[in-house]
């Protein structure tokens, strides 16, 4: 059988109060399938490729794998709480910490004291994680990331290739409900520091974001290239950054003055913005 068909039979069992949580088969599943996040061979979502974000307009469409989050929530169901030692401190988790001992030999560091990988996320090539920062489970980070000081990379986010995580900057996470879509951080993107993107948001490819912007579906993305108003994405090659409009919620009676509330202004990405993000490549070597 396949891991994904191994994993939806180990969820029935589960969901059906039939699994034996210490079975040695179960154990080697899932073991198995965190491997497989690990390497990146399976990821908690996917595109579907029916956007066009490389020509500049809306970013791709992505849809969560259910089985995999599925395989997330059953490692917790399954494993007990256990002591384990990091940098000389004890800590209690279902899991250890993951390996990072072969980073270096695919070319990327994680700087001491303070970058935690959790088990089951997946760290590509020629990345660096500065400390403190935390990769949860199911994470994806792409080839050629920066994850820089204080930044929390949620649980199953997926972050693309060549992204610059600013300092500071929060990618939330999502586990549940299993058909929810984790939040998306597309190929090329560049996020100020302070920035926060939650709530299955999807942020298009080569975009570049201002610092201390908040993008999350419930917050609008004024669009002044497409001339569109956009909920939970920001279209491919855009340059955004937050902004105050005025709300129509209240009145004088209940907020003296005018009220305003956030949105997120989107235009189009200039020459010297995308000079002032560009990687700089001596630090990858």
Same mark, same amino acid.
């Given at each position: ?8 039979d ?44 490389? +020509? ?13 989050k ?10 007990? *709480? ?10 209690? +988790? ?31 090539? +020629? ?31 997926q *972050? ?33 520091a ?32 497409? +001339? ?29 003055g ?28």
């Amino acid at each position: 059988m396949s891991l994904d068909a191994d994993v939806a039979d180990l969820w029935a069992a589960h969901e059906a109060g039939e699994l034996d949580a210490d079975a040695e088969h179960v154990h080697d599943v899932l073991h198995e399938f965190l491997g497989a996040l690990e390497s990146g061979e399976v990821r908690a979502a996917e595109p579907t490729g029916s956007g066009d974000g490389a +020509d500049g307009g809306r970013a791709d469409a992505w849809e969560a794998n259910e089985w995999v989050k599925q395989g997330i929530l059953l490692v917790f169901a399954t494993h007990g *709480i256990d002591q384990y030692e990091y940098g000389g401190v004890t800590y209690n +988790d279902v899991l250890p910490l993951q390996d990072t001992s072969d980073y270096g030999q695919r070319g990327s560091r994680n700087t001491p004291d303070g970058t935690v990988v959790r088990a089951g996320a997946h760290v590509g090539a +020629d990345c660096i994680l500065m400390s403190p920062s935390f990769v949860n489970i199911g994470a994806h980070v792409g080839d050629g990331t920066l994850v820089d000081s204080c930044d929390t990379v949620g649980s199953c986010a997926q *972050i693309g290739a060549d992204v610059k995580l600013g300092a500071n900057a929060l990618i939330g996470g999502v586990l549940e409900p299993v058909e929810g879509t984790p939040v998306v951080v597309e190929d090329g993107v560049s996020l100020g520091a302070g920035c926060r993107v939650t709530s299955g948001f999807v942020v298009g490819e080569n975009s570049v974001v201002g610092e201390n912007t908040l993008l999350t579906p419930r917050i609008p993305v004024y669009d002044l290239v497409d +001339d569109e108003v956009y909920y939970g994405e920001l279209p491919a090659n855009r340059r955004a950054f937050q902004r105050y409009v005025e709300s129509s919620v209240s009145d004088e009676d209940l907020i003296p003055g005018s009220a305003y509330k956030p949105a997120v202004v989107a235009t189009s990405l200039e020459a010297e913005t995308l000079e002032a993000t560009e990687r700089e490549e001596v630090l990858r070597e």
